[in-house]
């Protein structure tokens, strides 16, 4: 038996008109590893082989005699690109499966445009489930394991590190957890992963290091430390962060604020390697805030204050933050250029609310009548929205000033780490 991996890029013609609007080229490399296709690669039953195509920069051979293709969607515009990969594969007959977290948060009948089967969990516990189904010519249009993975399982393999050249990418993701114990009512890791947070052992976080570094060019990668929090479960992080100092790697992670209020944290985050952190600020409205359901270690008040600690860390910070919220008004944009300039952010980049299916923040404005558009591969950058005290079109433009000011700071920068 034959599989054909494909890691999803983003739809070629929806992302073309934005990257020529925007002047950027095509990537000539993918932005990051696709850790997910090396974890299933690892669990692969004896007897199947297989290929892997990135679609960021590879072809896809739609005559190479596979038997099932499975695809990898990280965003909703990836999604619509399997959409597309789907109906060629369909004309030959071949059975198509799809999965990731965007995947798991759409209803699986629209999930089902894209292939003949999705999935709606994590990976690890169905996947021989599908390849055997497939050799028994009876694969299901869901598959969904039901219990959460065991990070700590002894016999769960280490990702496949040696199918992929790490040159062909600028990230390289390692997973250290995954979950979150914080309900913010427009993200997914609630609705994912039920409340839970799971870490991987230190010592098995050290062998995947050591494969990764085995094929990583110090000038060109970085490593990306998958974690939704990189500050949450401090004494284990404090631990891991000691353990992993001796491999002098560069990485970034995303965080919460509140790590620049823990010096001792902080301190073995940055020995450690660590040259960026990515924060969510969401908003500088402490009544927006609270509507999401922000934690409340996450203070306004101390926003400055814990990105000028962070800077003497000698860590830079990404800020992001969110414009559509229900107490923003006209000059969201301005106001926020003018914190990001006070507070010394390094980068900053924000998007629109975007109402992710099945969310807390879904049912809301659904129930309150302001969902303008259900159509999924909107749900991307795009106003899908009708927000409180702005109009659609003043949200557009204050987004697109705020997007022009970015870009210029991620390009003066000139996108390194
Ligand atoms: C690394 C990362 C990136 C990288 C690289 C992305 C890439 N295309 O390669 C960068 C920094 C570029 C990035 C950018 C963005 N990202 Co991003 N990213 C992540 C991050 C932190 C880790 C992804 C990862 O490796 N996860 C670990 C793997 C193992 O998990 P997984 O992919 O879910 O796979 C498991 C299952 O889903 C399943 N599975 C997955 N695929 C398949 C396929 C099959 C066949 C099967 C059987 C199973 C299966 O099995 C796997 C193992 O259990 C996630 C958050 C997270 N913790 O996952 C966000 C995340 C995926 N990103 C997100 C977003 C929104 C974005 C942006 C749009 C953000 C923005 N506003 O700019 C951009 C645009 C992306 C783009 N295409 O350009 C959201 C997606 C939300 C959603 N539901 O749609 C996430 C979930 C973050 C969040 N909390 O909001 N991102
Ligand atoms: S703290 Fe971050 S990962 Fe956790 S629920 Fe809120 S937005 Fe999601």
Known sequence: MKVLFINLAQDRDLSFVLRKKEGLRYNRIGPATPLALQILASLMPPGVYFDIVDDNFEFINYDGGYDLVA?????????????????????KGIPVVIGGRFIQTIPQ??????A??????????????????????????????????DLCQKDLPLPRRDIIDNKNYRYITVEIARGCYYHCSFCTAQLLFRGTYRTYPIERIERDLEAVLSNFNQKDNVIYLVDEDISMERDYKIELFRRIEKYHMPWIALSNIAVGED?????????????????????????????????LTHKI??????????????IEVWGLFIFGLDNDYRGVAKRTLRF?????????????????????????????GRLISKEWFKYWYKVVYQPKNISVLRLKDEFDYFAKKSRDNVIAAGLIV
Request: proline share 3%; hydrophobic share 35%.
């Open 109 to 114: 009948e629209v999930a089902l445009e894209c």
């Open 71 to 91: 695809m990898h969607a990280h965003d909703a515009l990836a999604a619509h690109r399997g959409k597309v990969i789907y109906e060629r594969f369909k004309q």
């Open 340 to 368: 990001v300039k006070e507070s010394n952010l390094d980068y900053f980049s924000a998007s629109v609310l975007t109402p992710i299916f099945k969310t807390k923040l879904y049912y809301q404005l659904e129930q309150e």
């Open 301 to 314: 008040d101390n926003y400055k204050k814990n990105i000028n600690n962070i800077h003497k860390h000698n």
């Open 263 to 295: 010096d001792e944290l902080l301190e073995a985050i940055s020995k450690s390697g660590c040259r960026r952190l990515y924060i969510g600020f969401e908003s500088l409205e402490p009544d927006n805030l609270r509507l999401i359901d922000k934690p």
């Open 116 to 149: 003949d089967s999705c999935v709606m969990s994590e990976g690890e516990y169905i996947w021989k489930e599908i390849v055997t189904d497939v050799r028994k010519n009876k694969l299901q249009p869901v598959y969904r394991s039901e219990g959460l993975v």
